[in-house]
């Protein structure tokens, strides 16, 4: 049933787009209504430009000339300020002529204190450029910096997602803002999102909105062969979900209510066929290079491939969205305990690093999944590795659960949230959490309910 539904949503689509003149205008028996539909018939793909290469961060101040920059805020954290990827940058503005100021007070895993600590100093400084140099962070810092300077009149919660915030639309026009990533993991770089802590609920949310995208990414893999192990397997599991979430989030025309105006188009649209395009894409790109990542630093060839399939996740889940995995996963990392990484790679705080908090949820996530769509199911698993042959519509949740933890097993992930410091107690907080995560939990493909949600934490406990 499921599909023969998409056969007549694609037969509609075209039909809508197809050629109406006299030469053209037969189109067969369809019938298509000219009344406003309850759900979505488009989907649009926008993303940042990209341009990949090694070595490709020389080329920061040239751009800033091009754009003719004057005064530009450098955005990056404690960690990277001392590291090759900045000082590659600062010396391409130096030898341009490019004036900047640096912000190295980012905090991993940023909270709205912190945003207000950025937007302050950018408020102050009426810059007319950013350039983001570092993580997921550091990018989502800069973007909230950018937002709230040129909007200096705006209440924070203004642009937050509702209905933690208002989720008021960005009509004021951003500075123009280059990313460069230095870690393989959020796809931040080519998205319109914006990811904090909101400490008064201990969850995580954001701001979501086509303005906030960097006009240019430099994809530079040099800058992955100074990653951690642990910070590898964690950022890696980010793209692992997101490829996965896209992919088998709810059909772009399942979404609903189409837009009375195709600017309140929401960023996240539900799955569409270019978006799979991607998640196929970096599935396939796990499959070969994750575990040869992980196992040797200096594997220029898995590292450039993460680093790219990253960027390509970014543009996937930037349009399509994310899911229950992300959903579930804001209030595991916000109300953290204890949990410290071992090796201090994140500092000596308590912290649950992002790719750690999606993960741990994903093996009973497409378990659940699985009945909307087995086939999409089957297929995931198959890129990763799976043996499909033969494999029952029944089984799918189970067959691709089983392959992420065959993942999660070799890369010693956490053995679920006990792990973490939570039991059976912390459940309800936690359900708590996610619920206000609506934007997310209305791309899962199937309705959950809040006894829904509990069985998933309760299922994640332990996963091995």
């Given at each position: 049933?499921?599909?023969?539904?998409?056969?007549?949503?694609?037969?509609?689509?075209?039909?809508v787009?197809?050629?109406?003149?006299?030469?053209?205008?037969?189109?067969?028996?369809?019938?298509?209504?000219?009344?406003?539909?309850?759900?979505?018939?488009?989907?649009?793909?926008?993303?940042?430009?990209?341009?990949?290469?090694?070595?490709?961060?020389?080329?920061?101040?040239?751009?800033?000339?091009?754009?003719?920059?004057?005064?530009?805020?450098?955005?990056?954290?404690?960690?990277?300020?001392?590291?090759?990827?900045?000082?590659?940058?600062?010396?391409?503005?130096?030898?341009?002529?490019?004036?900047?100021?640096?912000?190295?007070?980012?905090?991993?895993?940023?909270?709205?204190?912190?945003?207000?600590?950025?937007?302050?100093?950018?408020?102050?400084?009426?810059?007319?450029?950013?350039?983001a140099?570092?993580?997921?962070?550091?990018?989502?810092?800069?973007?909230?910096?950018?937002?709230?300077?040129?909007?200096?009149?705006?209440?924070?919660?203004?642009?937050?997602?509702?209905?933690?915030?208002?989720?008021?639309?960005?009509?004021v026009?951003?500075?123009?803002?280059?990313?460069?990533?230095?870690?393989?993991?959020?796809?931040?770089?080519?998205?319109?999102?914006?990811?904090?802590?909101?400490?008064?609920?201990?969850?995580?949310?954001?701001i979501?909105?086509?303005?906030?995208?960097?006009?240019?990414?430099?994809?530079?893999?040099?800058?992955?062969?100074?990653?951690?192990?642990?910070?590898?397997?964690?950022?890696?599991?980010?793209?692992?979900?997101?490829?996965?979430?896209?992919?088998?989030?709810?059909?772009f025309?399942?979404?609903?209510?189409?837009?009375?105006?195709?600017?309140?188009?929401?960023?996240?649209?539900?799955s569409?066929?270019?978006?799979?395009?991607?998640?196929r894409?970096?599935?396939?790109?796990?499959?070969?290079?994750?575990?040869?990542?992980?196992?040797?630093?200096?594997?220029?060839?898995?590292?450039?491939?993460?680093?790219?399939?990253?960027?390509?996740?970014?543009?996937?889940?930037?349009?399509?969205?994310?899911?229950?995995?992300?959903?579930?996963?804001?209030?595991?990392?916000?109300?953290?305990?204890?949990?410290?990484?071992?090796?201090?790679?994140?500092?000596?705080?308590?912290?649950?690093?992002?790719?750690?908090?999606?993960v741990?949820?994903?093996?009973?996530?497409?378990?659940?999944?699985?009945?909307?769509?087995?086939?999409?199911?089957?297929?995931?698993?198959?890129?990763?590795?799976?043996?499909?042959?033969?494999?029952?519509?029944?089984?799918?949740?189970?067959?691709?659960s089983?392959?992420?933890?065959?993942?999660?097993?070799?890369?010693?992930?956490?053995?679920?949230l006990?792990?973490?410091?939570?039991?059976?107690?912390?459940?309800?907080?936690?359900?708590?959490?996610?619920?206000?995560?609506?934007?997310?939990?209305?791309?899962?493909?199937l309705?959950?309910?809040?006894?829904?949600?509990?069985?998933?934490?309760?299922?994640?406990?332990?996963?091995?």
């Amino acid at each position: 049933m499921a599909n023969r539904k998409r056969v007549f949503d694609l037969l509609r689509t075209i039909d809508v787009a197809s050629c109406r003149c006299p030469a053209h205008g037969n189109r067969g028996n369809i019938q298509v209504s000219n009344a406003t539909p309850q759900k979505d018939y488009a989907f649009e793909i926008k993303c940042s430009t990209v341009r990949y290469g090694l070595g490709v961060t020389r080329e920061v101040g040239h751009d800033l000339v091009n754009m003719d920059a004057k005064n530009v805020c450098v955005v990056t954290d404690p960690n990277v300020v001392n590291l090759q990827p900045l000082k590659t940058t600062l010396d391409s503005l130096t030898k341009t002529g490019v004036n900047y100021k640096v912000y190295d007070k980012v905090r991993v895993e940023p909270t709205d204190t912190s945003f207000k600590e950025a937007i302050a100093f950018a408020k102050a400084n009426d810059f007319d450029s950013y350039v983001a140099v570092g993580g997921g962070s550091v990018m989502d810092t800069a973007k909230a910096a950018n937002l709230y300077a040129c909007d200096p009149e705006a209440d924070f919660l203004d642009y937050v997602n509702a209905d933690i915030g208002k989720g008021k639309p960005i009509e004021v026009p951003l500075k123009p803002m280059i990313a460069i990533p230095t870690t393989s993991g959020t796809g931040s770089e080519t998205t319109g999102t914006s990811i904090f802590d909101y400490e008064e609920l201990h969850t995580k949310t954001g701001i979501s909105h086509s303005a906030l995208r960097p006009i240019l990414a430099l994809i530079d893999p040099l800058h992955t062969l100074t990653m951690p192990e642990k910070v590898t397997k964690y950022s890696g599991f980010d793209i692992f979900c997101h490829a996965l979430e896209s992919f088998t989030a709810v059909p772009f025309t399942e979404r609903g209510p189409a837009p009375a105006n195709p600017s309140l188009r929401p960023t996240y649209q539900g799955s569409n066929p270019i978006s799979d395009v991607w998640a196929r894409f970096c599935l396939q790109v796990l499959q070969k290079y994750f575990k040869r990542s992980v196992q040797n630093p200096d594997d220029v060839e898995a590292r450039s491939n993460m680093h790219l399939a990253s960027t390509m996740a970014g543009v996937g889940i930037g349009n399509a969205g994310v899911h229950l995995c992300h959903g579930l996963a804001y209030p595991i990392a916000g109300h953290v305990k204890n949990f410290v990484p071992a090796d201090n790679v994140y500092g000596s705080a308590p912290i649950i690093p992002h790719g750690l908090s999606v993960v741990m949820t994903a093996p009973a996530v497409f378990r659940f999944t699985a009945p909307s769509d087995p086939d999409k199911h089957i297929e995931a698993a198959g890129i990763l590795g799976a043996n499909t042959t033969g494999v029952k519509q029944a089984d799918a949740g189970k067959l691709l659960s089983d392959t992420i933890l065959q993942y999660m097993d070799y890369m010693k992930i956490e053995n679920g949230l006990k792990t973490l410091g939570y039991t059976s107690e912390d459940i309800p907080d936690l359900v708590k959490g996610a619920l206000p995560q609506k934007r997310l939990l209305a791309l899962t493909p199937l309705e959950q309910s809040k006894e829904d949600l509990s069985k998933l934490l309760e299922d994640s406990l332990t996963v091995y």
